[in-house]
């Protein structure tokens, strides 16, 4: 996901509404234990999930699971780990998080090469959410590429 389209004001700031200490563990940050269900939607814990990813005990095996951990990483407003898996040739210097989207759930719906044996991969997904008490979804296919040997996102096309 890329989230550079739609902000139609400067992000610049947002970050300076929240408290200091607040970076990486606001409301919705601290809510997410090791325990709880994993957000991408696979049936783990997020500790045995993406939050391996986060942390960065562990390296996402494919692309599809780069692509999960970065879902909940919007999820959980992990700016960080967003720019940390983000190829460098494309990656912006902030994402710009909106504090008002409220992911909802993630659907994969298709995904092409992206795996163990590959160096590059596609994955095309359903994120949806709620927005200032709204609904939609965002409907992308994303491309990944390995970079020194990890798993990072390209780049994303909307698909109609
Ligand atoms: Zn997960």
């Known amino acids: 996901m890329r989230m550079s389209r739609r902000p139609k004001r400067p992000t610049r700031g947002s970050s300076t509404r929240r408290t200091p200490s ?23 814990s997020y500790g045995e999930c993406c939050g391996r990813f986060h942390s960065g005990t562990a390296a996402a095996p494919t692309a599809e699971r780069l692509m999960r951990s970065r879902y909940s990483a919007f999820a959980v407003n992990n700016e960080p780990y967003l720019l940390s898996s ?29 795996s163990a044996f590959h160096t590059t991969g596609t994955v095309t997904f359903r994120a949806r959410y709620t927005r200032r008490g709204e609904e939609g979804a965002l409907h992308e296919r994303s491309r990944f590429e390995r970079y020194e040997g990890a798993w990072v996102y390209v780049e994303g096309s909307l698909v109609e």
Do not use: K, N, Q, Y
């Open 22 to 44: 607040s970076t990486g563990t606001d409301a919705r940050a601290s809510a997410t234990r090791d325990d709880s269900p994993c957000l991408c939607g696979l049936p783990a």
């Open 86 to 114: 983000w190829h460098p040739a494309t990656r912006p210097s902030r994402v710009g998080l909106d504090p008002a989207m409220r992911w909802a759930g993630l659907e994969i719906l298709a995904s092409t090469e992206g």
